[in-house]
Structure formats: C-alpha cells, structure tokens
C-alpha cells in the first residue's frame, strides 16, 4: 500500500496569486496523478506527473496553468497559476500501485482551495 | 474516454434501511472499480470488479458487475451511520493508461440515526 500527504491541506487565495501543493508518498510509485474535484462534483484528472520530463495533461488543462513537478519517485508539486475563483476546487494527489493480485489507486486528503 | 453514469446522485436514508447504487456506460468496461469518499478524506478504494456476472461482497456491502461487463451496481444492507459518504464508480483507462481513472457524477448518501 501507499501513504500519500499533502501540503498544504487547505488554503485561501487571493486572486491573481499562485499556489504550489505538495504531495510526498511513502513509498516509491511508479505512476503518479493530480486530479480536480470541484464543489460537490466528482473528480477529474489534470494530468500524469511523469518523473524527469514533463507532466502529461488531459484536455482542458495546460501547463501554463498547472504547472506540475515531479523530481522524484516519491514526491511531486502542483501549481494553481495566476488563480481566479473558479480555481476554488479541491486538489488530490494519486499514485498508482502494481500489486500482486490487482492494481491498486491510493489518493491523497485533498488541498481545499479557496480562491476570493 | 468511456462516461459512466452513476445514479441516483443524492440518496437520503434512515439506519437500517437498504439501498442501491448503479453504475452504468454505453461501452465496455475493462474492469470497474468502486471508491467511498468521506468529508476531508481522499477517496478510497472499495472493491475492483473485472469478471462479467461477479459478484463481491464486502461486510453488508455486494458488488455487482454485469454479464455485458456495461454495469454495475452497489448494494447496501441495513444501512448504518458510518456508511454516510461519496460513491463514486471509476473506470480504469487500462492498457498503458494505468491509474488514470473516470470517474462517474458520484452518489452523496446520508444514512440518518
């Protein structure tokens, strides 16, 4: 299994103003994802943290915007750019386990983000 | 990218009381999985069903996956208070595309004492 913390664990945010998140797992993970959860909506992923080159990002998501690090097989950053009050979502961090009988997904607590 | 329909969105209950949750898509599922999400909490995961027909239970919750391996559905018994949360159904992307996930609109259940 997957011990996934992020920082920080919520924050409010003036417009215009960026915010960096951190995820740090405890284990080294192969495949790791940031993913959006808006106001009682689902989630939505952001995109792919690959390590050593450049996040893979889903439609709708530029790295302009979210700018992603991932230095290691155990950490990784997400960037809020320039944010606005429709960035007021919750941020997830996730990574993805190979087990022995079957694939596993372990998601972080969560960054609330308020954006005024 | 496969859309999942998950209904009903809102389930309101009193402890004790049985209820369904369903999951469905116009295309195929590889495998499906299903993840409970409590206040402040990252969702975690509940059961992966990949066998058309399973059947999975968990305590008083049973899994479902269609014969057609379109639909699922997630039944729970005698509901309690702790079972108050966010259903979602996912779908893996599969192939090389591990972990990155669909997730369905969600289910908020309220089990009330």
């Known amino acids: 299994s997957a011990v996934i913390s992020q920082k920080p664990s919520r924050d409010i945010c003036q417009r215009g103003t960026s915010l960096t998140i951190q995820c740090q797992v405890d284990s080294q993970v192969t495949m790791m994802f940031w993913y959006r959860q808006q106001p009682g909506q689902s989630l939505t992923l952001i995109a792919t943290?690959?390590?050593?080159?450049?996040?893979?990002?889903e439609s709708g998501f530029v790295i302009d915007k979210f700018p992603i690090s991932r230095p290691n097989l155990t950490f990784s950053t997400l960037t809020v750019s320039n944010m606005s009050p429709e960035d007021s979502s919750i941020y997830l961090c996730?990574?993805?386990?190979?087990?022995?009988?079957?694939?596993?997904?372990?998601f972080g607590p969560g960054t609330r983000l308020t954006v005024l | 990218t496969q859309l999942l329909e998950q209904s009903p969105q809102f389930l309101s209950i009193q402890e004790g009381e049985n209820l369904t949750v369903y999951c469905n898509s116009s295309?195929?599922?590889?495998?499906l999985q299903w993840y409970r999400q409590e206040p402040g909490e990252g969702p975690v995961l509940l059961v992966t069903v990949v066998t058309g027909g399973e059947v999975k239970k968990l305590k008083r919750l049973t899994f479902q996956f269609g014969d057609a391996r379109k639909d699922s559905s997630l039944h729970i018994t005698a509901a309690q208070t702790g079972d108050t949360g966010l259903y979602l159904c996912v779908s893996d992307a599969g192939g090389t595309s591990y972990g990155k996930l669909t997730f369905g609109q969600g289910t908020i259940l309220t089990v009330h004492p």
């Open positions: 295309s195929v599922f590889s495998s």
């Open positions: 996730s990574v993805w386990d190979r087990g022995t009988v079957t694939d596993t997904q372990y």
């Open positions: 943290a690959n390590q050593g080159s450049e996040a893979t990002y």
